[in-house]
């Protein structure tokens, strides 16, 4: 994309109207402006795009095997671990990350903190995008994914944990659409829709807390069906649930900061100067609400630990493993977190962000992989598995891409708004 | 930031309240408690009795209709089978298993024949999402493949690790689980094909409160004889099947952790705050976004005052002109 953006003024698109002031059609907006053989060249040229076309080469036949041959063709049909890759990091590390709409829509939107708008939108798509393909990998690993609206409309369970879930992440996705949907009508130019979605941003904003809080902690709460199963440390009946809620806190921040970095980076071309002017300000401000959900979790592990009466755990090799999580994955970022927002260092603070991010799913597939079945046996998931998670990803990242590449969410939009 | 008049103010609060009415009535069913069926139907277990011979696996495999195993059921090398370091389990082509133990306290092996247990409060069913399945007040715990989505979240939940799925389908997969004989025997007040089959009478089918009063009574007329405790009595409050044993249960391949009490028990803690959430958090947050923007109101209201003031003061200009 550099290339033409230097060569051509009214790329990238920022407006409804061209230099000589006839309009943009939608199909050039979805070319960028630029002619299908342009389009083409820089496509090739960017070697993330081989990378990703060698992942779905592989992936997506394997994918299609999955459906006609069914789950055991794919995994390794356990009847010991019935939850695998597809729900462990699919579903289990993929919202935590995507809490990042609710925390910014509050921010700007209930809090009334107009310095952190320009995120807003970034962070409203991260949150729909993750929560999005958090339900794809569900319809990868759901026996029968054509009846997923059973627990809607068929036969309702609603003691269960997982109707709770299902509810509402069903009903957040659709908060998180409407909350996108502006972007996608400034684009296009259809104000009125725009003007009508702005009415509801409150009730939504609050509605989006609700549904966090909830589901995060449902998520985390599934676990505790199985206190016979997941190693104490990582299971406690009464902390679960507000663990998985607090850590998807700097989760989402930290996934943020970690999108923004790179867009910074590898999409200049992209960010108005706003975002490129805010960038560190907001990076600041998010790294530090996110140290602060950070010291809260670590003190409510501890709580648990201490509640549920599990110091002697600690001295086991689990305890070791646990606190080894524990310092990784969440003290070491806090500190560099906390060091940067002191210092002004953001790139201390970027590199922190992707090992809280990381961190998350360490812990995730720790419950629900690693320190599940922990008198047993570990299970290894099949190269298959691995390789069809893999593949979602990068479908992910590319849908990522190409909406931001445009869609005013790292740029404002010139035309009329 | 949009100014919060009365008109949205109520708007976001109608929309949160709707949220919180539908969602709310949904959870609240959790903490209701199942009744036990007390006329329930049980079986009890007695391991000094059996002899591993395999019948009752093979009487199950011909009344579910279940595919031909790979090794015969008279071929007794199946109890060295090792998988994963784990004895041999049920899988979508066996409901019912009978493994050998070797404990060193005694001279000869123990055989311990594992199935769905059918609790009294079964993980699978309250962790259903859309209620595949059910507790029949025979006592048997059935499952609904018409409804089921495949989540898997019962597999999770059993403390037994007893239901399993059919894996090997891409169109009709399935959960896989003794269900009593629920269609075809015990519905009609018959036992079990496997308790029918066994012929050490290891297997005593009756209420689940005679069945637990008939364990009792051998504890106590034959001292010596069995551990004094009865599996399944009050393990995840209390199963249809129990068992009787001559070695600690922990020797014998049995989870002597699993909690007492109903494993909904434990996700209760979560399901009561989940109506706390509903409720209280749309009024704290509208409270916050009050409390956060009043800087602006009161900004307003001032702008408001000054124009009136304005306004007032130049009619009394014109009242003064004329």
């Known amino acids: ?417 | 930031m949009k100014k919060l008049n009365r008109r949205s103010f109520i708007k976001g609060g109608l929309a949160t309240t709707a949220a919180a009415a539908v969602l709310k009535e949904k959870t609240s069913v959790a903490s209701g408690d199942f009744d036990n069926y007390p006329e329930g139907m049980g079986v009890i277990v007695d391991l000094t009795r059996c002899v591993g011979c395999r019948s009752c696996e093979a009487a199950c495999n011909k009344e579910q209709g279940l595919p031909e195993p790979a090794e015969p059921f008279d071929d007794f090398s199946v109890f060295d089978q090792i998988h994963h370091g784990q004895k041999r389990r049920t899988d979508e082509s066996k409901y019912t298993v009978v493994n050998r133990y070797d404990p060193p306290e005694i001279d000869h092996p123990l055989f311990r024949k594992i199935q769905c247990n059918h609790c009294n409060e079964p993980a699978c069913l309250t962790s259903c999402f859309v209620n595949a399945y059910t507790k029949t007040p025979e006592g048997a715990v059935i499952y609904n493949s018409k409804v089921c989505v495949g989540c898997r979240t019962c597999m999770v939940a059993c403390p037994f690790y007893i239901p399993t799925f059919k894996y090997s389908k891409a169109f009709t997969p399935k959960i896989m689980k003794c269900i009593f004989c629920y269609d075809t025997r015990l519905k009609n007040g018959k036992p079990p094909a496997c308790v029918e089959a066994c012929p050490q009478e290891a297997l005593t089918f009756g209420k689940r409160k005679d069945v637990l009063k008939i364990g009792k009574q051998r504890i106590r007329e034959t001292p010596g004889k069995y551990v004094d405790h009865i599996y399944g009595e009050h393990e995840v409050g209390g199963t249809a099947w129990m068992y009787l044993s001559s070695v600690p249960f922990d020797k014998v391949g049995f989870d002597t952790h699993v909690p007492k009490e109903p494993i909904i028990n434990s996700v209760k803690e979560f399901l009561a705050m989940v109506p706390m959430v509903l409720t209280i958090w749309p009024g704290l947050f509208v409270g916050f976004h009050l409390l956060a923007t009043r800087k602006d109101k009161i900004k307003e209201l001032e702008m408001e005052k000054e124009a009136k003031a304005k306004k007032a003061n130049e009619n009394d200009k014109k009242e003064e002109q004329v």
């Not at chain 1, 309009?23 to 979805?30: D, N, Y």
């Not at chain 1, 009903?171 to 409407?178: D, K, R």
């Not at chain 1, 599940?372 to 990522?400: G, L, S």
């Open chain 1, 1 to 417: 994309m550099k290339l033409f953006s230097t060569e051509r003024p009214e790329i990238p698109i920022v407006n409804h109207t061209k230099e000589d002031g006839s309009a943009w059609t939608i199909k050039e907006k979805l070319w960028l402006g630029l002619s299908v053989n342009e389009y083409k060249k820089q496509f090739f040229r960017n070697p993330v795009n081989w990378f990703m076309m060698m992942i779905c080469a592989i992936g997506l036949p394997l994918i299609l095997g999955r459906y006609a041959f069914g789950l055991g063709w794919v995994t390794h049909a356990s009847n010991d671990y019935p939850w695998g890759l597809f729900l462990g990091f699919g579903l289990f590390g993929m919202v935590p990350l995507s809490a990042s709409g609710f925390m910014l829509g509050t921010t700007v939107e209930l809090f009334g903190r107009k310095d952190f708008h320009s995120i807003e939108r970034l962070a409203l798509l991260n949150g729909l995008l993750g929560y999005f393909f958090a339900v794809l990998f569900l319809e990868v690993d759901l026996g029968m994914p054509w009846r997923l609206p059973y627990p809607m409309f068929v036969s309702l369970g609603p003691a269960a944990v997982l109707f709770l879930v299902a509810w509402h992440v069903a009903t957040y996705l659709s908060v998180q659409i409407a909350e996108v949907l502006p972007a996608l009508f400034e684009w296009m130019g259809w104000l009125k829709g725009k003007r009508m979605i702005r009415k509801w941003v409150l009730g939504l904003t609050v509605a989006g807390i609700i549904l966090s809080t909830l589901h995060q902690g449902a998520l985390g709460a599934l676990f505790t069906y199985a206190p016979a199963k997941i190693h104490p440390l990582w299971v406690s009946a009464q902390f679960t649930w507000i663990h998985f809620f607090v850590s998807s806190i700097f989760g989402g921040l930290s996934m943020v900061i970690i999108a923004s970095t790179l867009i910074k980076n590898y999409m200049g071309w992209r960010c108005d100067e706003e975002f490129k002017s805010n960038l560190d300000y907001v990076t600041i401000g998010m790294a530090k609400g996110a140290s602060l959900a950070m010291i809260t979790y670590l003190v409510i592990k501890i709580v648990a630990v201490a509640h549920d009466q599990e110091w002697t755990y600690l001295l086991t090799g689990w305890g070791s493993y646990y606190m080894l999580e524990l310092t990784v994955a969440v003290v070491l970022p806090m500190f560099m977190f906390a060091i940067g927002v002191r210092n002004n260092w953001v790139t201390l603070i970027r590199a922190g962000a992707f090992i809280a991010a990381l961190g998350i799913i360490w812990n995730r597939l720790n419950t629900s992989l690693v320190c599940f079945n922990w008198q047993m046996y570990q299970e290894i998931p099949h190269w298959k598995e691995v390789w069809i998670t893999v593949t979602i990803y990068a479908i992910y990242f590319m849908t990522y891409r190409f909406i931001v590449y445009r869609l005013p969410i790292v740029y404002e939009w010139k035309g009329e708004r």
